[in-house]
């Protein structure tokens, strides 16, 4: 290997920390049943509140936020029943996966690997909001999909962030070199991109494929194995949220545009293409300034 040659580490080793059950963060348990209970249509809203009240630390920031000025309600919401009724059950779903994945965000790793857990988890966040907003905007029946994949697209960083930070460190030197980029970096340096490690950690979490697949695949949603479309949603928000410079992914750069992701939207009557951009572009801050993800990212994540 040349001196000035890149080192690259052995990405089955990446693979198996990805896939170690017991040393990688995890749902935690009441945010992992509130989201199959909310999946479930029988659910009743006091059921749902019963759940959640058993943890005291998502109880007490989950009225918090629906007591925050964001939303204006003229009473007190004073019990977890008046916030479920109050919210609704997608918006305590959402709410609740996002504040545990910023809590797992917030304990990444060290500083020095160059991110900063408060802005990268903004721009995840804001990139649930863009794919979401896409999605329902396309009148898919996958709008709620769409903000967790957003959500978690790069949930592959946060791991390497916590457990290969020396390699990560020298990913993001690599890809500040104009002819490098991110994706490039990683997959000299590592042998495999963030999508395919942020992939084996959602598998981990039993997350439903079509899930997994986008946060395999939100780079290259032509390769997508369940629904291109989907992926492609993230994939357009993923940009728009660059674009907009809304938190820091660690990217310098927005990540290119190409021709296939608007042939995908073209193949499945999607009237999304690269003139889109600019007013997808507007429709998205608009969107996030009304969103209670931008009311949470004021407070610095602290609710």
């Given amino acids: 290997m040349a001196a000035n040659e890149p080192r690259r580490i052995d990405t089955a080793r990446i693979k198996k920390v990805a896939q170690s059950v017991g040393d990688l963060p995890t749902l935690p348990t009441v945010v992992s049943k509130m989201i199959g209970m909310i999946d479930d249509k029988g659910t009743s809203a006091d059921a749902l509140a019963r759940l959640i009240s058993t943890d005291a630390a998502l109880t007490a920031r989950l009225l918090k936020l629906a007591n925050s000025s964001y939303y204006g309600y003229q009473r007190e919401i004073s019990t977890v029943n ?3 009724s109050v ?11 996002r504040l545990s994945v910023f809590d797992t965000f917030k304990s990444a790793g060290p500083a020095a690997t160059g991110f900063d857990a408060v802005k990268f988890w903004e ?6 909001v ?3 907003m896409i999605s329902k905007n396309c009148e898919s029946r996958y709008a709620g999909e769409a903000f967790v994949a957003g959500l978690l697209h790069d949930m592959g960083k946060m791991m390497l962030n916590r457990y290969f930070g020396a390699e990560l460190v020298e990913v993001l ?20 991109g963030h999508g395919y490690v942020g992939a084996w950690l959602a598998e981990n979490w039993n997350l439903p494929p079509i899930i997994c697949d986008a946060v395999k695949y939100h780079h290259a949603p032509w390769d997508a194995k369940v629904d291109p479309a989907f992926v492609a949603t993230v994939t357009a928000a993923d940009m728009i949220c660059h674009l907009t410079k809304i938190g820091d992914s660690g990217r310098k ?12 939207f073209d193949s499945a009557d999607i009237p999304i293409d690269e ?3 600019g007013r997808l572009q507007a429709d998205f801050l608009a969107e996030y300034g ?5 009311a949470v990212a004021v407070d610095g994540g602290n609710l």
């Fill in 82 to 84: 008046m916030a479920v």
């Fill in 87 to 97: 919210l609704g059950f997608s918006a305590v779903k959402e709410i609740g996966l």
């Fill in 123 to 128: 721009h995840s966040s804001a990139c649930g």
């Fill in 130 to 132: 863009a794919a979401r």
């Fill in 173 to 192: 030197k690599t890809a500040e070199n104009e002819d490098y980029d991110l994706d490039r970096a990683e997959s000299e340096i590592l042998g495999v």
């Fill in 253 to 264: 750069a927005c990540p290119k545009y190409d021709e296939r992701l608007w042939q995908i």
């Fill in 275 to 277: 003139s889109d951009m």
């Fill in 290 to 294: 009304e969103s209670d993800a931008y």
